[in-house]
């Protein structure tokens, strides 16, 4: 957010306005919008366009080409191809450094076409893995990645592994064998991504844009959400098997991770994930409310009951997101 | 000197002597009036959501209280709360105007009644579509100035569009009317953004018009054969406003009207090998970046992949030749851009 006026970015809209506001005259606005467009401007805008267009087309063909081809292709070459890639990838990520963007990029791009090359060795050899070895035996190769550069990319792809093998184990294994219900799978995976969101707290919590959390938070309170709504949707609100006393556990999980975000909001609040945690609990209280009222079997009184309740929780949360954006403010003020 | 903010431009307002008796000063009173306190986008989308579902739980509960209050006549009953919630909605907007919550729940219900009292007098006269585009376009013209909200204006006119639309194609049966449709908001988009003077008044029908042209386009190329029409004859209107947008470009940033020739030829060209949403989406690049507009380049960078992925994914060649034809494009572009930066080498070389 720019802290004065003037520092705001400048744009036709702004001038536009400045013009409808009678801050500037007609000469000025056409001065301006002239030049808003300056000719090295432009260029650089085309420069950058036909770079990206280009090379998407260029990338794309290469792609469709080799897509042509695959099937005529001989075990050994597609192995040969996405190899060299890998290497090629690799080679790159060691030679721009593993602390450059570039690097970075090249490293993950690495570390994805690992996953590409056990998909083709299982379909070229027909294995007979479940899809969910495959995840889990991609994540255990990249460990040592991990451990060796964890940059966001890198964090990101591997917890999303962890959490897709976890799902498609429940999928494939744990809710056919009666291991786990549906909702079980759902408030394990929500504990598991609390545990993610501790470490990243407890490890990673300087980084410049938090967008990992942000993904924690909001499939934890989705994973979470589900069964809470399908337990507010039935009657009576008792724990009536592992799935409702494994929601309590994740909940738990997820208590901590709440309060590490409070403890630390002097120092930098969190208001992505404050409303996440907030839109959450208004949908557990909007369907509290809506289960209530269709019990009544009163349609009117509980459409009104309804409007009211809505209005009231938000304009409660954004009563309180707007005190924690002020809060925020003059920390930031306050800070050296 | 380049502008990046509000400071720079104001320097060089100042600068060339553009600036009143007064200075700065009302340019500052203007924009300290935005800035307020500004709530994340997140915190609006929200508050926008909790605004719209309260409304639709109050516009039910009012129709129903309607319809236990003893009144008979369903016709009667949905005028009266049709011009009521536009009544309560004006109301709310005029008493809070800088409550978002309050503004969001007026746009709602003010939609509502708008839909409320259509369907009265469409069930009392006939249910047809002139009748819903007749309602949405007055609806949109007798509110635009008094309630003073972009939200509400863009839908009004967005609606009416695609109302406008529907009727052209199934009850006029005059598919070819949608070509011309394409090029009218094209260019009504064009002139808003690049010649209207009046632009803060009319954002919203230009935001609606620049948003209907590619999504009118792509209806028209994904259900072609059912509305038994080609594809080609918005192209030459479309590639003349690219030209004409050209033209403002070199106007306004004072180029080199030399440069334009082969632009033009591009453009030409493209307009025979491609389809014409590629054209659209090349114009609201442009203007995008020649207005710094956020939404627009948004639009054009959302459009461009789509509309090029339609046209490859529909060639009936193999997967080799799109290959081929891609490679092809690739190349193109990249040698294009070879040759603009060598230019621009030479030229700053050149330079003293």
Redesign the interface.
Known sequence: MASSPLERRADGTTVDELFGAGAIDGRARKAALGWLMDRQGWLDFAERFLLVVGALCLVLGILFFFAFNWASLKPWMRFALLQTAFLGAALGAWHRGLESPSGQALHLSAAVLVGVNLAIYGQVYQTGADAFELFVGWAALLVPWLVAAPHRGMRALWIALVELSFLLWCAQVAVPEDHLSHGGTLIAAAALASVFLLIEEWRFRREGLPWIRWCLVAMTMICISIPALKVLSHAGCEIRDPAEALALLALLAAGPAAHLYLARRLERLDLVSLTLVGFCLQLHVVAWMGRFVIELREALFGFGVMTLTVVGTTALLVHYLRRQQRFRAAGEEGRP | M?????????A??KE?R???PKGPE??????????G????W??KA??VA??W??SL??T??LG??LA?CGIDDFVVAWLIIGLGAIGLALMLRRRFPESL?ATQCAIAVSFAGQIAFTLGLARHLRLETWMFLLMAALFTTILYHPFDDPIHRFVGVAGTLLFLSHFLHHDLKLPYALHGLVGVTAWAAGWL?TRC?C???Y?PPAYACAIASPALIWVILVDRKSLDTPVWPATPLLALGLVALYAW?AE????DRKALIPVVLATALLSVVSTPGVLVALAL?AMG??????ALLTMGILF??LFMAQFYFEMKT???A?????????????G??AY??AY?RKRDGARP
Not at chain 2, 3 to 10: E, F, N, Q, R, S
Not at chain 2, 252 to 255: L, M, Q, R, S, T
Not at chain 2, 289 to 294: I, K, L, V
Request: aromatic fraction near 10%; charged fraction near 25%; glycine fraction near 6%.
């Open positions: 380049r502008i990046a903010t509000m400071a720079d431009l104001v060089r307002w060339e553009f600036l009143g009302p340019i500052m009173e203007a924009l300290s009036k935005d800035e306190e500004e709530t994340p997140y915190v929200f508050v909790g605004a579902l309260a739980f109050a039910i509960f129903m209280l236990t919550f953004f003077e632009l803060h008044r954002r470009v306004a940033a004072d180029g690049l970046h020649g207005r710094r507009d956020r461009l992949p193999s997967l080799l799109k290959s081929g034809s891609l490679v092809a494009t690739g190349l193109v572009l990249l294009a851009r603009l930066v621009r």
